[in-house]
């Protein structure tokens, strides 16, 4: 079945450490690929997008992902955490359409961050 | 810029009873609006499509007849929960995109701070 799966429910990271968060899906072709954050009883922010190109995409707040065909995967990474990085990440994708994209988006599950001090 | 807002935040209302929600564009016009359901813990669920003057297009086993939206006007579109029960408690999320520009591109969403509905 087509889908994007976040394999993460919950992370748990020291401030300053290194962070990996996976975004796989399952599509014939190559979505539109987004990662988004939502901090407690707030809306959704857009971090990064991936349409096409270069493979390696740089976000706000530090952020950047790594789309990898191959592994159907769209990972969100950070060097170094900071405490206001906590929050809840949603992958998300449009689907391809024909040669275009639906123009919907699907979203993952979701991986909470957890920052310790 | 593209900022979306909603109101309200939060709502408790009685079961049986029907509840609206606006989801409004600030600065931009909103030919398309999305509506969707946050369940706690949960990931966002696309409830329909709004585009602005006609009918929403809603996703498989969402009920139209229970969730109605209009989208009467190029930066506002209203989520009514009809007959409200406590199992339509939930999170509810609007976003709102522009129609794509001359040079073609893609037109991202822009997401509202969301709507708690609590029905007791």
């Known amino acids: 079945a087509q889908s994007v799966t976040q394999p993460d429910i919950h992370i748990t990271v020291s401030e300053g450490a290194s962070l990996e968060l996976r975004c796989n899906y399952s599509?014939?072709?190559?979505?539109?690929l987004f990662w988004y954050v939502q901090s407690p009883g707030q809306g959704l922010q857009l971090l990064l997008k991936?349409?096409?190109?270069?493979?390696l995409v740089q976000g706000i707040k530090g952020f950047e992902a790594e789309f990898k065909r191959s592994q159907s995967s769209f990972n969100l990474r950070k060097p170094s955490v900071h405490w206001s990085d906590a929050a809840e990440y949603f992958c998300?994708?449009?689907?391809?359409?024909?040669?275009?994209?639906?123009?919907?988006?699907?979203f993952g599950q979701g991986t909470t961050l957890q920052v310790k001090p | 810029g593209a900022v979306v807002s909603q109101h309200p935040s939060r709502v408790i209302c009685k079961s049986g009873t029907s509840v609206k929600i606006e989801c409004r564009s600030l600065?931009?016009?909103?030919?398309?609006m999305f509506w969707y359901r946050q369940f706690p813990k949960k990931s966002l669920m696309l409830m329909a499509t709004s585009n602005e003057g006609s009918k929403a297009t809603y996703e498989q086993g969402v009920e139209k007849d229970k969730f109605l939206i209009n989208h009467a006007s190029l930066t506002l579109s209203t989520l009514t929960v009809t007959s409200a029960h406590p199992e339509d408690s939930s999170f509810y999320i609007c976003s709102a995109r522009d129609k794509p520009g001359l040079a073609g591109g893609y037109n991202e969403q822009f997401f509202g701070p969301g709507t708690r509905l609590t029905v007791l």
């Open positions: 991936y349409f096409s190109g270069d493979t």
């Open positions: 599509y014939g072709a190559t979505p539109y």
């Open positions: 998300a994708v449009d689907p391809p359409r024909g040669s275009s994209n639906t123009g919907k988006l699907i």
């Open positions: 600065d931009f016009q909103a030919t398309t």
